[in-house]
């Protein structure tokens, strides 16, 4: 028998509902705030990933499906949602047409690391991303769009931020980090001993335990930002405070990704066990012009569908009844059932059994599918042109002419 690949999982039953549970919430708190679709490719050239999520990170040196086409070319599966956007972006020449644009998309990306809960080599991300916006208003905007989703899901969060500063006050910070790291470089872990060299920033996000107790005495860069990034950064906080979002402020908070600065924030949760991100992202003001584009200011953030989808299937979830059940009670009704059924499709959710049953098994059928409404057509009810009706809701039971059916479940299945 063959068998889904390691860390790849088929989506289906109670998951299936969990996930567009999620995606449904996702996708009309998107639409509230301006953004609309965009889908990208799978499939990318792995030169857009090296150069936007950095040549030093764990996501392109170690976790990449990367691989050579028929043609030659390296291409890879996407690790991430934002460098597909940005890309599609400049590809458009949209950052050649002014104003502002907002995108939302959704899909699987690609990651080869160790299965665990919440964290799979094929996951899904719903993602925001919104350009040519450089008010730190679009950063709250963003973050306080992501809260309003958790909320609606029901998951309880904590809100962390921080500030990475801009090109002018990171230089001066990194040269103080690397300092720091290089008088106790032979106490790091490997990974940590590497990226002093190739990117020290990334040291902060080391989790491992040991590094970390090294790390609680690194100079910080919210004591090393310049006015502007300050200033900006308290204008952020005074936006959430007024708007009654909580936070905390974690100066070591740096996302693992070489395209963010200034605003960075994550939503964590203790759901899941242990603490462990939901949902951030952050502001990316020189990735477009990095990645070929016209200098344009980016803002966004993601979600993990599996680490939301893990908290929610621990909850009893409420039967929600919806639609139509319609069967016959003979065979030669069937036909009769099914142009209604065909009917009725234009209007609600609508399923119909082919076999003829008896109006218990009908009832039993049509409890299973979680229908609103039990429609039954047997020879009597023929005779008088009507349609028994049931409501597994509150157990009312009626007659509805023919002429009547799509009338009456206009706005009530």
Not at 34 to 53: H, M, N, W, Y
Not at 185 to 205: A, F, G, M, S
Request: aromatic share 10%; glycine share 8%; charged share 30%.
């Amino acid at each position: 028998m063959i068998k889904a690949l390691r860390g790849m999982n088929d989506i289906s039953g109670e998951q299936a509902r969990i996930y567009s549970q999620i995606l449904n919430v996702c996708e009309r708190v998107a639409r509230n705030y301006g953004f609309c679709l965009i889908e990208t490719p799978k499939l990318e050239q792995t030169a857009l990933f090296r150069r936007s999520v950095g040549e030093s990170s764990d996501i392109v040196g170690k976790e990449m499906y990367e691989f050579s086409d028929k043609s030659g070319d390296s291409v890879c599966l996407r690790p991430e949602g934002t460098a597909g956007v940005v890309r599609a972006f400049i590809e458009k020449k949209l950052d050649r047409s002014g104003g502002v644009h907002k995108f939302y998309y959704q899909g699987s990306m690609f990651r080869y690391e160790r299965p665990q809960k919440g964290r799979l080599r094929e996951f899904h991300q719903f993602g925001v991303e919104c350009f040519g916006q450089s008010s730190v208003y679009e950063d709250a905007s963003v973050i306080l769009m992501l809260a309003q989703i958790l909320r609606e899901l029901n998951v309880s969060a904590t809100l962390k931020i921080n500030s990475l500063g801009d090109e002018e006050c990171m230089p001066a910070y990194k040269t103080k980090l690397v300092n720091f790291l290089q008088e106790r470089k032979d106490r790091l872990c490997e990974d940590c001993q590497r990226r002093i060299d190739t990117n020290p920033i990334r040291v902060l996000d080391c989790k491992n335990e040991s590094c970390q107790k090294i790390l609680a005495a690194a100079p910080l860069i919210t004591e090393n930002l310049n006015d502007a990034c300050a200033a900006e950064f308290a204008q952020l906080q005074r936006i959430l405070t007024q708007n009654g979002q909580k936070f905390q402020i974690d100066a070591k908070l740096v996302r693992g990704l070489d395209y963010y600065c200034k605003t960075a924030f994550e939503f964590v949760s203790s759901e899941l066990g242990a603490q462990s991100a939901v949902g951030g992202g952050g502001r990316y003001d020189r990735l477009v012009e990095f990645l070929g584009g016209r200098k344009t200011a980016g803002v966004g953030f993601a979600i993990g569908i599996e680490r939301i989808a893990e908290i929610l299937k621990t909850r009893e979830a409420p039967q929600e009844r919806e639609g139509i059940y319609i069967g016959a009670l003979d065979e030669a009704f069937v036909s009769t059932a099914f142009s209604f059924a065909l009917k009725l499709r234009k209007l609600c959710k609508t399923q119909i059994s082919y076999e003829p049953k008896s109006l218990a098994k009908h009832l039993k059928a049509a409890d299973g599918a979680e229908a609103k409404f039990c429609l039954c057509i047997g020879q009597d009810e023929f005779d008088r042109a009507e349609v028994w009706c049931k409501n597994l809701e509150d157990q009312s039971t009626f007659a509805i002419k023919f002429k009547e059916v799509e009338a009456f479940f206009k706005d009530r299945a």
